[in-house]
């Protein structure tokens, strides 16, 4: 199984070679901004997923905050432009690239609530697997057409993490996590 320094470079190298470099460019600023301001954060969606092994395109970030008005507030005075029409969005003005701010402690698309960041960096604080798979799970459940590729994502996160069975998923997606860990691992039998 491969490290998560191995991870990290396939990302890189997958970032390197689809020309989405400006994906982390706008990542790191964004914390060095949150760092200035003292928030802590946590990174998910696309990014975490190449982080934990998974080298899938995305186009935007995802960071998790305590409050997000005040991330979108401090982003939006230093390099970033608040997108009109989202509370939870905002632009970095020279990349175009697009952030999510997403609310830590509420429930997102589906039954599991964002955790709660507490650590403040100017390094990516990525999610935890479980937690990511979580979200990517409870994200899908929630609207499972819309959020399809959170299905496919925690498929392939699962696989690609050699992940137990007795991962520590959130309860609210448990059951559906056993159906897809039963599911790949009798593929394999």
Not at 90 to 106: A, S
Not at 151 to 178: C, F, P, T, W
Request: with cysteine; proline share 6%; charged share 25%.
């Amino acid at each position: 199984m491969k490290t998560f320094q191995q991870f990290t470079k396939q990302a890189e190298f997958l970032r390197e070679s689809s020309g989405s470099t400006n994906i982390r460019k706008t990542l790191l600023k964004a914390l060095k901004v949150l760092k200035l301001f003292n928030i802590p954060h946590y990174v998910c969606g696309g990014f975490a997923v190449q982080e934990h092994g998974y080298p899938r395109f995305t186009v935007d970030v995802g960071i998790i905050v305590p409050d997000v008005p005040a991330a979108r507030e401090k982003l939006a005075m230093n390099g970033f432009k608040a997108n009109l029409g989202s509370k939870m969005t905002v632009t970095d003005r020279e990349t175009k690239v697009e952030i999510d701010v997403l609310p830590g402690g509420k429930v997102g698309p589906g039954p599991v609530r964002f955790p709660m960041p507490t650590k403040v960096s100017e390094k990516p604080q990525i999610l935890a697997l479980h937690d990511l798979i979580s979200l990517k799970l409870s994200s899908y459940m929630g609207s499972p057409i819309d959020r399809a590729q959170d299905y496919a994502d925690a498929i392939k996160l699962i696989q690609v993490n050699h992940s137990s069975r007795e991962l520590g998923v959130d309860a609210m997606v448990r059951e559906l996590y056993h159906t897809l860990w039963d599911q790949i691992h009798a593929k394999k039998a």
